[in-house]
């Protein structure tokens, strides 16, 4: 109950408040969140060391991290060594990063299901289904567009854009 209060909360108020920006360096940031995150199956995630430093708010980068990774390691197959990578590309205005895992996958006819808030593919009393209506709304703040690429039992790619 207190995860699903916690979820509505930070779902209710991420797009509302406008906060000031600054320089984040996504480098450190990715390295606390990843040493920090749970992930039991010891699932290997990697990233260019040239990440770049972009303006924003540092709690909203770090739950949109958060949660992409946080699923990646959650549903990736248990049969194989999991991997998740994160990559990045300068396009212009925008900072585009893909975040790539070698887990379940999503089936096309959820792609768009899961950006809506309690909606969830699996039935798991530990999962509210708003982590990824979250993600969807830090984007949006940023004047980002989020999609998703994913071959079932194969991989899947959310990628995203930031305006710089």
């Known amino acids: 109950m207190h995860t699903l209060i916690q979820g509505i909360l930070q779902y209710s108020t991420i797009g509302k408040v406008k906060k000031s920006c600054y320089e984040i360096d996504l480098n450190l940031m990715l390295n606390e969140l990843t040493s920090s995150i749970e992930n039991p199956d010891k699932v290997k995630i ?14 909203r980068i770090e739950l949109l991290f958060y949660h992409l990774l946080h699923n990646s390691i959650k549903f990736n197959n248990k049969g194989r060594e999991g991997v998740v990578q994160i990559s990045w590309f300068d396009e212009g205005d925008y900072w585009k990063f893909i975040i790539k895992d070698n887990g379940k996958g999503i089936e096309k006819e959820y792609f768009d299901k899961i950006f809506i808030a309690f909606q969830k593919l699996e039935n798991d009393y530990k999962s509210t289904g708003i982590g990824l209506s979250i993600v969807k709304k830090i984007v949006e703040a940023y004047k980002g567009d989020i999609n998703l690429e994913s071959t079932p039992n194969i991989e899947t790619k959310f990628i995203f854009t930031l305006k710089k």
């Open 46 to 59: 990697t990233y260019p060391n040239d990440i770049p430093i972009i303006l924003g708010d540092t709690h």
